[in-house]
């Protein structure tokens, strides 16, 4: 095939496409948003922990190595299934044939984590049970979204192309948090209102969101064809190893992953804390992160136009250091109103939370483009078409600091503090994200992002 035949995919296959962004986004939020909280609850919700909320060694906790045990088995894993998606021939399609076969895994590991041995009291057997859980989670998870985000630098043809099929899926993706944030809580509640235990109704939603995601999984699959839609490839044929050092020397690539690292350290750190700001620093029950998750994601949804067009028009870097710039502004505000959490200082943090919206708008439509950009200009330069090595060459590194993040949150709750009567872990957690959004901001600086489109064109 050369560049002539690489049909265009048509608008409404790139909105089928993206539809895997929803259906991935749902799994993840579920286990990053829910899976602390249901097993170590706050104590205003009167539940019994699962597992032990002691401190080992002045910094560990069994959520922490939980989740630090899942995200290093998942960046482990991205190089491997990077390489062996790369070289793959399979008459299905070198990325279609790993969508297929790990959606269902992906799927069924989300429900069975929230379905611990003993889920009425504190046990070591839970603690075990999350941990091997959330590896087999994320090991799915990398099997289906390294190819997927693969597909995307070679189903674009071009950069505006790619910006184009990215906003799709930042839509689809805020979506996805809109129905685990706004939605999945609203349906607990009702359930539990109607007679069900709490971690019951939780059981029972999960399992529909996962029932529904899988049917999304495979659904992606329909609306494209690589051998008809997917840009010329030439794979590599070379090692796991070689093709990792031959992404990693990639200069751009280095720098962004830099910046990278620090922006998802900030974001992971919110995510987790969502539902722990609702309750201790707001002091409302648990579903008044719907609340907050709609003033957010909201304003996103808003901003998505503006990002799509002004990232066009004036580049990535500019608007994500922008995105950045915000983040650090707007929790860098919030910390100290925490502290005294006034009718006035209320309605300002609910101001901040909006505007936090911007660079999630940000943030979600250009980060994968821009690896994207960068994995194409790099085949345009050596030839070998390596898309899912520059996705999966910054697992490990992302992956560990996304691991960080858990432990580091689950560090500050257990040693100052998860609850109304003692909010101080919660609190620090919003520092670290503004410290964090400065030290991105500053990373992403250095991103010669000219450099890239001069070897694209």
């Not at 689809?172 to 685990?180: A, H, K, R, S, Y």
């Not at 101001?351 to 950009?373: E, F, H, K, Q």
Request: proline residues 5%; charged residues 10%.
């Amino acid at each position: 095939m050369n560049r002539a035949k690489a049909v265009v995919l048509p608008l409404l296959n790139q909105i089928g496409y993206s539809l895997g962004s929803l259906a991935f986004t749902l799994l993840e939020r579920l286990i990053i948003l829910y899976a602390v909280f249901y097993f170590l609850p706050p104590k205003e919700l009167g539940l019994p922990n699962l597992i032990s909320e002691k401190t080992y060694f002045g910094v560990i906790t069994i959520a922490g190595v939980a989740l630090l045990l899942g995200r290093v088995l998942d960046g482990l894993a991205d190089p491997v299934i990077a390489t062996l998606s790369d070289n793959s021939r399979s008459p299905l399609g070198r990325r279609k044939v790993f969508l297929l076969y790990s959606g269902l895994p992906l799927a069924l590991t989300t429900f069975l984590i929230f379905t611990p041995p003993h889920p009425g009291h504190e046990s070591i057997a839970n603690g075990v049970w999350l941990a091997m859980l959330m590896g087999l989670f994320y090991i799915a998870f990398t099997a289906y979204v390294n190819p997927f985000l693969a597909l995307m630098s070679e189903l674009g043809h071009t950069t505006k192309l790619r910006i184009n099929i990215s906003t799709f899926m930042a839509l689809f993706g805020l979506i996805g948090m809109v129905l685990i944030t706004v939605l999945f809580p609203q349906i607990t509640t009702a359930l539990v209102n109607g007679g069900m235990a709490t971690r019951q109704a939780y059981q029972v939603t999960v399992g529909g969101f996962a029932i529904i995601s899988c049917l999304l999984l495979y659904l992606v699959t329909l609306f494209f064809d690589e051998k008809k839609h997917c840009l010329p490839s030439k794979p590599p044929e070379i090692g796991m190893i070689q093709s990792f050092i031959k992404t990693l020397s990639v200069r751009p690539f280095r720098i962004f992953l830099c910046g990278e690292v620090f922006l998802q350290f900030a974001m992971n750190i919110v995510t987790l804390g969502l539902m722990y700001y609702a309750v201790v620093i707001f002091r409302r029950d648990e579903g008044y992160m719907s609340v907050l998750a709609g003033i957010t994601i909201g304003v996103a949804l808003l901003s998505f136009p503006l990002v799509n067009i002004v990232a066009k028009k004036i580049g990535k870097k500019k608007v994500i250091m922008s995105g950045l710039l915000i983040l650090a502004a707007a929790t860098g505000m919030i910390y100290p109103l925490s502290f005294n959490m006034t009718p006035l200082a209320h309605i300002v943090a609910l101001g901040m939370i909006g505007l936090s919206g911007l660079p999630l708008a940000i943030l979600s439509i250009l980060i994968n483009p821009t690896i994207g950009d960068l994995a194409r200009a790099d085949q345009a330069r050596t030839g070998e078409s390596r898309e899912a090595m520059f996705f999966g060459a910054r697992a490990i590194p992302l992956k560990l600091t996304i691991a960080l993040a858990g432990v580091t949150f689950t560090y500050l709750l257990s040693a100052f503090g998860k609850d109304v009567a003692n909010p101080f872990g919660v609190q620090l957690s919003i520092l670290v994200v503004a410290i964090a959004s400065v030290a991105g901001l500053i990373a992403f600086s250095f991103y010669p992002e000219k450099e890239v489109q001069k070897w694209l064109e």
